[in-house]
């Protein structure tokens, strides 16, 4: 699988890589023949080039060219029917060389946390100090930035020591912004339904590292001036 999540998180989607073993009627014949080359250029298509066999042009080329292409359309519909039972859902189906592994090739992942916004709101705050909604996601988003970059984040996971390169990550972008809940969930901010949706964008995280980046935002808003 393409990430992993800590325990008790749940990922919306996931990416997986894996190997099948199909029948022929799973592929779609390709085209055997090909375009013979011209004034010493690469062989490609043109309508007033010879055509040539497959095998040839495979020759010519150096490279394979192959009879059959996977029918990804079709394989997902079997799938899709395996698991009709399954709150699971196939989204797409993509086909890659056999070397391929979806763990070592991703490059970034995006990960969503969700939490009340109460719970950037100082307990002792006057009531004429209040931030206002708008005003407090200006001020998270502040904090945000200061994530973006190489970091070194060995204070946010556990058993890590500062000097192990792995404690380094790449963060992207973070932001926050409103999560509409449609009377889902009851916080409220002044009477009216308010929760928050960070959305962090990064090359990869070690444990604990999400949970405690948001954390750190809740504590520097609850014991820091506006």
């Given at each position: 699988?393409?990430?992993?999540?800590?325990?008790?998180?749940?990922?919306?989607?996931?990416?997986?890589?894996?190997?099948?073993?199909?029948?022929?009627?799973?592929?779609?014949?390709?085209?055997?023949?090909?375009?013979?080359?011209?004034?010493?250029?690469?062989?490609?298509?043109?309508?007033?080039?010879?055509?040539?066999?497959?095998?040839?042009?495979?020759?010519?080329?150096?490279?394979?060219?192959?009879r059959?292409?996977?029918?990804?359309?079709?394989?997902?519909?079997?799938?899709?029917?395996?698991?009709?039972?399954?709150?699971?859902?196939?989204?797409?189906?993509?086909?890659?060389?056999?070397?391929?592994?979806i763990?070592?090739?991703?490059?970034?992942?995006?990960?969503?946390?969700?939490?009340?916004?109460?719970?950037?709101?100082?307990?002792?705050?006057?009531?004429?100090?209040?931030?206002?909604?708008?005003?407090?996601?200006?001020?998270?988003?502040?904090?945000?930035?200061?994530?973006?970059?190489?970091?070194?984040?060995?204070?946010?996971?556990?058993?890590?020591?500062a000097?192990?390169?792995?404690?380094?990550r790449?963060?992207?972008?973070?932001?926050?912004?409103?999560?509409?809940?449609?009377?889902?969930?009851?916080?409220?901010w002044?009477?009216?339904?308010?929760?928050?949706?960070?959305?962090?964008?990064?090359?990869?995280?070690?444990?604990?590292?999400?949970?405690?980046?948001?954390?750190?935002?809740?504590?520097?808003?609850?014991?820091?001036?506006?």
């Amino acid at each position: 699988r393409a990430a992993r999540t800590d325990k008790g998180v749940h990922a919306l989607i996931n990416g997986v890589s894996c190997v099948f073993s199909l029948k022929d009627d799973f592929g779609v014949k390709q085209a055997s023949i090909g375009y013979s080359k011209a004034n010493g250029e690469t062989a490609e298509k043109h309508e007033d080039r010879e055509q040539i066999p497959n095998e040839e042009l495979t020759k010519e080329t150096g490279k394979r060219q192959p009879r059959y292409r996977l029918d990804t359309d079709k394989l997902l519909k079997t799938i899709r029917s395996l698991f009709s039972t399954s709150p699971l859902t196939i989204y797409s189906i993509k086909e890659v060389a056999g070397h391929f592994d979806i763990r070592q090739a991703v490059k970034t992942r995006t990960y969503c946390y969700v939490c009340p916004l109460f719970l950037f709101e100082p307990n002792n705050e006057k009531p004429e100090d209040k931030l206002s909604v708008e005003q407090t996601l200006e001020k998270i988003n502040r904090l945000c930035k200061y994530y973006l970059g190489t970091r070194n984040y060995h204070n946010y996971s556990s058993g890590i020591k500062a000097k192990d390169p792995s404690a380094k990550r790449y963060m992207l972008s973070m932001r926050c912004e409103l999560f509409p809940t449609e009377g889902i969930l009851e916080e409220k901010w002044d009477g009216a339904p308010c929760w928050v949706r960070f959305i962090l964008h990064g090359q990869s995280f070690i444990y604990h590292q999400i949970r405690k980046m948001v954390g750190m935002i809740m504590q520097v808003c609850l014991f820091s001036e506006p």
